[in-house]
């Protein structure tokens, strides 16, 4: 029922994609994006130096939670995961992006 509303509310993910493009720091790349059911994961890699690489993801998890045009279409972003690929030596990221709930006519409630 949630994502028939999402639907109906005709989303235009490219806009989404393009938002988050636009608002990449620098050193953090966006590796895939999943939209299932009322939820939106995005994975990403962080490239630096250990300590520098965790501060640069824990400051874009908190740009993420405050940016205007993300706050109007998901209610929660959370870090479901991180951690260090063994074989480039970058810190990955999973991002938890968990839609606004919207109404049986598409629009929010």
Not at 43 to 66: C, F, H, M
Not at 86 to 98: A, E, F, K, S, Y
Request: no cysteine; glycine share 10%; charged share 30%.
């Amino acid at each position: 029922m949630v994502v028939d509303a999402f639907v109906k509310s005709k989303p235009l993910i490219s806009e989404l994609l393009i938002h988050l493009g636009q608002t990449l720091p620098k050193n953090i790349a966006l590796d895939k994006f999943d939209v299932r059911g009322t939820n939106g994961t995005e994975w990403r890699r962080v490239r630096g130096a250990p300590d520098q690489a965790s501060g640069l993801a824990t400051n874009y998890i908190e740009q993420l939670k405050t940016d205007k045009e993300l706050l109007t279409r998901f209610e929660d972003i959370t870090t479901i995961g991180s951690g260090r690929n063994p074989t480039n030596g970058r810190i990955t990221l999973d991002v938890l992006l968990r839609l606004k709930a919207v109404g049986k006519d598409g629009k929010k409630p």
